[in-house]
């Protein structure tokens, strides 16, 4: 049974850090590009930052390029977001998301809501 569980969501202050983690099971982790996305309220769902499954490529969303940093160990079947100088235009729900070929899966999603 494929699982992917986000957390270290939370309420954090404008210029602050989170870091969010996603714990896979039920499938090979290594052999999947992982990533993160994100949904605020009344918009539509946006990727935040990839990873290949090696994790010697990432890319990332223009709007958090030099904040967010993306990384993954295959050991431990994680993959991790780390949301530095948080602004209030980055709260969303965040979802981690696995793709390989045509399979797909997503986890259930960790609030980050940033407010002073």
């Known amino acids: 049974q494929v699982q992917l569980v986000e957390s270290g969501g939370g309420l954090v202050q404008p210029g602050g850090s989170l870091r969010l983690s996603c714990a896979a099971s039920?499938?090979?982790?290594?052999?999947?590009?992982m990533s993160w996305h994100r949904q605020a309220p009344g918009k539509a769902r946006e990727l935040v930052a990839r990873i290949t499954s090696t994790g010697g490529s990432t890319s990332y969303a223009v709007a958090v390029r030099g904040r967010f940093t993306i990384s993954r160990d295959n050991a431990k079947n994680t993959v991790y977001l780390q949301m530095n100088s948080l602004k209030p235009e980055d709260t969303a729900v965040y979802y981690c998301n696995a793709v390989r070929q045509f399979d797909d899966h997503w986890g259930q999603g960790t609030q980050v809501t940033v407010s002073s």
């Open positions: 039920g499938f090979t982790f290594s052999s999947y590009v």
